[in-house]
């Protein structure tokens, strides 16, 4: 042991010590760089193991004619991309494995890739691909958009393009759904409103359950305006390049027809005319949202005088309280086992209770009086 410590201080304190190394001698200095480069050279990390279904896709194929080609077919990612010409990085925009995604429109060189509500499409110029959402609460708004869009695709309406058709389809889906689901929370809200403004009884219209369902429904409105709003701005950032809406005309790219960067007035009318019914049924949230907050400050206001009353009532049996002490204590002096030599005097009895009953008014008197000028002095 003593041997390999003196060797280790000769090491390191001899410059001229040498050791071997792959059959050839080395300095100290060069040995001790060779340890630290070493230590730098970058080690192969290995990756960890990714769940499998992480790295496919699950979606299901319409043809031109709208026929289902393929129902529920798992595609590993890397293969779609390669077989609709995307990157990587555009399926985040369809990604069924996020639970909440900001909606938007991609148009790429062969396709447009759509996710808006509870729809997430890949559209080309001769088919359509679905993507099946995993633990979708909307399979009746799915199913009925899947016969929408099979009927749209197989009708060639007014002649627009294929891809124009599905995308017809997908938008009037969309709106349907929110104007649903706006005329689902219009009617209880307005009823809610209605009771709570009916002022004839506090207690009964400012009740506990009625302010829990004011909440409730002010958290859903809330989340509901700003779904609507956000696809309202998909369409008005698309509509404001003229790139990408001639880039929409995939049939003709496919044709060897493409479109000049002005030459979009019919991709610009639909957008257009979904984008005015998205602002509209966003409007009338907002307007139910104002309406509920107008009736939250009617309900504050409220609550605020109700309770101005019970603190007025309580200062003011605390001042009857205080007169009726000061007029017991003439009793309670009086009372005492103790000669007064007012014992034999007819008239003491009624000088002292008067005398208390002043006193006790006195106090009465002065103490409303401070309290209307501290009130007056807050106002």
Known sequence: MQKSIQASIVSLTT?????????????????????????????????????V???????????????????AGEFRKSEFCQQHSL????????????????PSILVRSKAILVNMGHIKALLKSDSVILLDTYGSSDSYNQSV???????RLKSHKEGLPFEFRALEAILIAVTSSLQSEIEVLEGPVNKLLSDLEDLADIEESVSGY????LLQYSKKLSKFEQDALSIRDVLEEL?????????????????????????HE????????????????????????????????????????????????????????????VVSGYGALFGMNLRNYFEGDPFAFGLVSGLALLSGCG?????????????KMKG
């Not at 790295?55 to 393929?70: P, Q």
């Open 15 to 51: 410059p001229l010590f040498t050791k071997r190394l792959s059959n050839r001698w080395i300095s100290p200095r060069q040995w001790t760089f060779a340890r630290w480069e070493s230590n730098l050279t970058p080690r192969r990390i290995p990756s960890l193991p990714a769940k």
């Open 239 to 263: 509509l404001d390049h003229d790139d990408d809406l001639a880039a929409m005309y995939l049939t003709a790219k496919k044709e060897k027809q493409p479109r000049a960067s002005v030459d």
């Open 53 to 71: 279904g992480e790295l496919k896709l699950r979606c299901s194929e319409f043809d031109e004619e709208g026929n289902l080609k393929i129902i």
């Open 87 to 102: 990157l990587p990085r555009d399926l985040r925009t369809i990604d069924t494995n996020t639970f909440y995604q900001k």
């Open 145 to 151: 958009f899947i016969d929408d869009l099979q009927e």
């Open 266 to 325: 019919e991709a610009e009318l639909l957008l257009e005319a979904y984008l005015k019914q998205t602002e509209e049924i966003a409007s009338k949230a907002s307007t139910l949202r104002s309406h509920m907050r107008s009736t939250e400050e009617i309900v504050q206001i409220i609550l605020d005088v109700s309770r101005n009353s019970l603190m007025w009532y309580d200062i003011r049996l605390t001042i009857l309280t205080l007169s009726a002490t």
């Open 210 to 213: 009625r302010l829990r369902d």
């Open 363 to 375: 106090v009465f008197a002065v103490s409303v009086r401070k309290l209307k000028t501290l009130a």
